[in-house]
């Protein structure tokens, strides 16, 4: 199945992601490179909202760029298969090897501004992240790896303090907090009667 009807399939949660969901469609069909970051207008990014085990936890990275916690991801870079994307953006970003996608469904869509920058020496202008999150697990006691050409640490924090370490309150309120009550919704679908 292509990205594009995936995105189709998807059904929001809430007006942020119907929203996003159909602005998403639009530029995709109108916009050949779309998954290409040479788009500076917007292009796609995959993430991996990363639970542990219990799904009572969160890995997240100190982003350089945002200067901020934030979840894992990184640009599609022409490749359509985002969740292949979003696991290689976690082992890149954290070291950690052993991750695994719960499901190969979407979990989660949302734009993302993104304010210009340098990059490499290099002035990025602001653009959007047409962004497709996925929910992966992986195992709390992995060794955590610093990539320190992305970010300045990497840390398990529990969904409570998740939603205090970021500094921008706008992922906090419409994308943090639905993939903590997402995830949470999940769990209690899962444990046994």
């Not at 990205?3 to 530029?27: F, G, H, S, T």
């Not at 990363?50 to 990275?61: G, H, P």
Request: proline fraction near 3%.
């Amino acid at each position: 199945m292509s990205l594009l009807q995936e995105i189709k399939d998807y059904r929001p949660v809430n007006e942020q992601e119907a929203c996003d969901k159909e602005r998403m469609i639009q530029y995709m069909t109108h916009n050949a490179r779309c998954l290409e970051r040479e788009d500076q207008t917007a292009h796609f990014t995959a993430s991996a909202w990363t639970v542990n085990k219990e799904r009572t936890k969160t890995l997240m990275v100190y982003h350089n760029i945002y200067d901020s916690w934030s979840w894992i991801g990184g640009h599609a870079d022409g490749s359509e298969d985002l969740r292949q994307v979003a696991l290689r953006e976690l082992q890149e970003e954290t070291g950690v090897r052993n991750a695994a996608l719960v499901s190969g469904q979407i979990f989660s869509l949302e734009i993302l501004t993104v304010d210009g920058h340098v990059k490499k020496g290099v002035y990025v202008p602001g653009h959007l992240h047409l962004n497709v999150t996925y929910l992966a697990e992986a195992d709390e006691a992995e060794t955590l790896i610093v990539n320190e050409a992305e970010n300045q640490a990497v840390k398990w924090w529990s969904f409570e303090d998740a939603l205090k370490v970021p500094k921008e309150p706008w992922l906090v309120k419409w994308v943090y907090q639905k993939l903590i009550e997402k995830t949470t919704k999940l769990l209690a679908t899962e444990k046994p009667m």
